[in-house]
């Protein structure tokens, strides 16, 4: 049997533990690397996929999103370890828009959390991606938020947001979008047979996303009742993403919990997605 392994950054709690879960349940083929920025709390959630699903191929590293020597050091580290070829990369973690400060590089954290480090992370990947690989990038309904205010001011304005911004968090989960479209776009022009799609879990309430719970009152449930996602089924369909025969051939898609959907109307700007994937290059230096 084949070896297939898995990354999923962000995997030792919430959606990323449950995706790693799932993927380790269906079969022993899969090995899977927890990418995770600590790496105490990495080995404890391994210990429990073990104990949970009997897969003992599972392996802890560290990645710390929000220092690009980190995400270089990480890949080397796979390479070196002889883990490669890579079958799936699920770029899982991210941050609130609670979150304030500048990454190790001086982006603004969340949008170089969120997005440039899984950019980086995955186009350094690619070249160590099999032939039928799959990625998964975990983005959020919130790129087309309630309020429908959203727009696009382009990278310098994700890079330093002015005082008044309150849409870093959507900002970055529609970046999650345009990279998801665009990379389908380089794959398909480099003749590579690796899919890529969006998936949104929904709004996760019992995930380290958010650390105060406070806000999550009943009348504010209510009000957002159509967004609320399950740990147990956004985790099992993310699974899927990589796993599941059903997805071999879908690609560039926004799957919301399990749907194959349409994303917002500005999530398919091409001029925008085109600029941030430029911007992005540059900033990582690739």
């Not at 802890?60 to 690009?68: A, D, G, P, T, V």
């Amino acid at each position: 049997m084949e070896t297939k392994t898995i990354i999923i950054t962000g995997a030792n709690s919430g959606l990323g533990f449950s995706c790693a879960k799932n993927i380790a349940l269906t079969s022993a083929e899969y090995r899977i690397i927890l990418a995770c920025r600590d790496l105490e709390k990495a080995e404890q959630a391994k210990n429990d996929l073990i104990n949970d699903t009997g897969n003992q191929n599972i392996i802890c590293m560290e990645l710390n999103l929000s220092s690009l020597k980190s995400v270089r050091r990480f890949v080397k580290s796979v390479i070196s370890a002889q883990l490669t070829p890579i079958y799936g990369i699920v770029c899982n973690a991210g941050i609130s828009g609670k979150n304030q400060g500048l990454t190790e590089d001086g982006f603004e954290l969340i949008f170089g959390v969120n997005h440039l480090a899984h950019f980086l992370l995955t186009n350094l990947l690619i070249p160590h991606i099999s032939e039928q690989g799959r990625i998964a990038v975990v983005s959020s309904d919130m790129h087309n938020p309630p309020s429908g205010l959203l727009t696009w001011s382009g990278v310098k304005e994700l890079l330093y947001p002015s005082e008044d911004c309150e849409n870093t968090y959507s900002l970055s989960k529609l970046c999650n979008l345009y990279f998801t479209y665009e990379l389908a776009r380089e794959l398909e022009r480099t003749g590579r047979k690796i899919t890529v799609n969006a998936f949104n879990p929904g709004f996760m309430i019992n995930t380290n996303l958010f650390a105060d719970k406070r806000m999550f009152t009943d009348s504010f449930l209510q009000s957002v009742s159509d967004r609320v996602g399950s740990l147990e089924h956004s985790g099992k369909e993310l699974a899927d993403l990589i796993t599941a025969p059903r997805y071999e051939q879908v690609t560039a898609r926004y799957i919301d919990r399990g749907k194959d959907t349409s994303s917002s109307l500005l999530s398919h700007s091409l001029e925008n997605a085109r600029e941030l994937w430029e911007a992005s290059m540059e900033l990582v230096q690739l």
